[in-house]
């Protein structure tokens, strides 16, 4: 099957100045050519006339959640309703491909990946990784505890989104039963959060053996080490065992900035936390009060990721994607290199997972010979304005895998 988008300008993930006027032609699912001028038609299927719109990497979110529902506690077959709908979303906002952060997702994604649901690309951590009383320790009550090895009194933590950690062994076996699962990197919790409430945002969470055993484990599988934390304590001992992505980071100093860039790591802030905190949080008081520090230390983090040209990732810490808030990249950041976080520079994210990458037969976030065909029409120029990606209703054409999903470009006949 060979599609051709002809008359089109196209943004390649990479560098600012659009290829004018080229017709990207697709072979099923990866980009054969782009070429200039005139093609051979007559071997072309399905020919679409862009009309000089701008044609776009699809979108990747970098930190999601998208089997999370509205609690922590619910039943795992609640969550896998809510992650069936909330991988439609994901696509039809333009997000072609997500990192999962934490959650239960092999399931969902097998069932992207056959077609049965219509879902973005999974990037899949699986479980969290967290000590006890760290930042995924989902108990809600303090009658709640382990009753023996992997059994707990509590609905939170027996769902498996979790796996509770504390020593290198019950590290090792963490990493370990992820990757039997399927996970192409993974995820710990390395400091306190917003949304827990058995941990001040202060506290650095695994020991530096800990962490070293998670990263190592992972490289033995190939792959990487992401980790969310928040202050300068738990940044720095993040980096100097091997941590590759580290989100949040809304209390960095400049030395967690210097060392994040001469380890060449990769910075997820998520600012919709810092931004605009959803009810959950703004209406408990030890929520609010962290999620208040969090936000008064985020202008100094983009002033930081600016000043030593940190690699930034796109992310929204969502359980269905928000494109609205490309616009928080673009207000810090510039449009140009909000849209590249969300796609050049995933590019080179996926290159960290190796043998681990679950889609090793193509690439993602840009558009050249042999990407896949994950691609977005739109109206403009979003690398110049990256708000027009905040409304999907300016998405023409969304495709995955050379699959078009939407195509509401207008008529030229």
């Not at 979108?59 to 039943?75: G, M």
């Amino acid at each position: 099957m060979r599609t051709a988008i002809k008359n089109v300008n196209v943004f390649d993930g990479i560098n600012e100045e659009l290829l004018k006027g080229v017709s990207v032609i697709i072979q099923d699912n990866k980009i054969e050519d782009i070429v200039s001028g005139e093609f051979g038609s007559e071997q072309i299927d399905t020919l679409i006339d862009a009309g000089g719109y701008t044609l776009i990497p699809g979108l990747t979110d970098c930190h999601v959640h998208i089997a999370h529902s509205r609690v922590f506690d619910d039943r795992v077959d609640q969550k896998v309703v809510q992650g069936v709908a909330n991988a439609k979303e994901f696509l039809r906002k333009g997000f072609t491909s997500v990192r999962d952060a934490g959650g239960i997702t092999y399931g969902l994604k097998q069932g992207i990946d056959e077609g049965i649901v219509e879902g973005p690309r999974i990037f899949p951590s699986n479980a969290f990784l967290t000590q006890t009383s760290g930042h995924a320790d989902f108990r809600q009550s303090k009658s709640e505890f382990r009753l023996f090895d992997r059994v707990y009194a509590s609905g939170a933590a027996m769902t498996g989104e979790a796996w509770y950690a504390d020593g290198v062994p019950e590290v090792l076996r963490g990493v370990r039963e992820n990757f039997f699962l399927g996970a192409s990197q993974i995820k710990i919790m390395a400091g306190g959060g917003v949304m827990s409430l058995s941990d001040p945002i202060d506290t650095v969470q695994f020991t530096r053996e800990e962490m070293e055993a998670a990263v190592g484990a992972a490289a033995d599988y190939g792959t990487y080490v992401m980790a969310h934390l928040y202050t300068p304590g738990a940044i720095l001992r993040a980096v100097r065992a091997g941590v590759k992505s580290f989100e949040h980071c809304q209390l960095m100093d400049e030395e967690c900035a210097r060392a994040l860039a001469d380890a060449g790591a990769f910075i997820d802030p998520c600012p919709n936390m810092a931004a605009e905190a959803p009810p959950i949080i703004m209406e408990h008081p030890i929520r609010r009060a962290k999620q208040l520090r969090v936000s008064a230390g985020e202008k100094r983090e983009a002033e930081l990721i600016e000043k030593y040209r940190l690699t930034l990732l796109f992310g929204t810490d969502s359980n269905a994607g928000n494109p609205k808030d490309l616009s928080h990249y673009k207000d810090r950041w510039g449009s140009l290199a909000g849209l590249r976080a969300a796609t050049g520079n995933v590019n080179e994210l996926t290159k960290l997972t190796t043998y681990q990458n679950p889609y090793p037969e193509g690439e993602i976030g840009v558009i050249k010979k042999g990407a896949f065909a994950d691609l977005l029409i739109t109206e403009g120029n979003p690398a110049e304005d990256l708000d027009i990606l905040s409304d999907p209703d300016n998405l023409l054409l969304i495709m995955k895998d050379g699959r078009i999903f939407k195509n509401a470009i207008p008529s030229r006949e």
